[in-house]
């Protein structure tokens, strides 16, 4: 079966536009995590969700990024107002349940804000 | 304030000898860990993990220990192959109802193995 897809692979945009990342995880898969890799840095948790619970927003650094989940399948992460810290790839990984099961990751969408 | 540290940005390694890869973690809560690899252009994939109720696990070329009393885990790769060259990752977690999912990474360390 297919992995973790992620798109756009890259995406350049200018200081103050918004953007929008997209996460399509294995299928079956309940629970689906973002997270972003800042050059020379390790992955920062952004956001998870599981099944029909309310998501774990506690990794977003400001409320101009947001997150959702539609039909417990795709995910979109939205940035709005993009700042060039906001630089980073950012992965997409899914896992079938339990904090044991392996979290499968997409290859990543870099982003680039000028 | 970082949880999980990898103090070695790379690692360079002849082929066929042995790679050990070393990360340190501040948090007594995590108990269960992990090492991921991750090639250029591609997302992280699962290599190895470890519980806190053991001090090794083995698979194949890969073994990670784990020093509970240090707060120390490390990966050994034996023999290293060429292939083997890549960005490794280790992370953890905590137990508990709460956040157990999230996992700490640290910020890599770069493994070059010369044929």
């Known amino acids: 079966g297919a992995g973790v897809s992620q798109s756009p692979s890259n995406k350049v945009t200018e200081k103050g536009k918004d953007v929008e990342l997209r996460c399509d995880p294995i299928s079956g898969h309940t629970a689906l995590y973002w997270y972003r890799q800042s050059l020379g840095q390790g992955l920062e948790f952004l956001i998870y969700f599981q099944g029909n619970s309310a998501p774990d927003k506690s990794g977003l650094p400001s409320d101009r990024f947001s997150a959702e989940r539609t039909g417990g399948s795709v995910s979109t992460l939205t940035i709005q107002r993009t700042q060039q810290e906001d630089s980073a790839v950012y992965l997409c990984?899914?896992?079938?349940?339990?904090?044991?099961?392996?979290?499968?990751f997409g290859p990543g969408t870099r982003l680039t804000v000028l | 304030d970082q949880q999980v540290k990898q103090n070695s940005p790379s690692l360079s390694v002849q082929e066929g000898r042995i790679s050990i890869l070393n990360c340190d973690y501040t948090n007594s809560m995590f108990d269960y860990f992990l090492w991921y690899k991750k090639y250029p252009a591609e997302g992280p994939t699962f290599l190895i993990s470890?519980?806190?109720?053991?001090d090794k696990n083995e698979d194949g070329r890969f073994t990670v220990f784990l020093n509970k009393s240090a707060k120390h885990l490390s990966l050994h790769i034996v023999p290293s192959q060429p292939g083997d060259s890549a960005v490794y990752f280790c992370?953890?977690?905590?137990?508990?109802?709460?956040?157990?999912?999230?996992?700490?990474f640290g910020s890599g360390t770069r493994l070059l193995v010369r044929p």
């Open positions: 992370a953890a977690s905590a137990g508990g109802v709460d956040s157990s999912y999230k996992l700490i």
């Open positions: 470890i519980s806190s109720i053991k």
């Open positions: 990984a899914s896992s079938s349940m339990g904090r044991t099961d392996t979290q499968y």
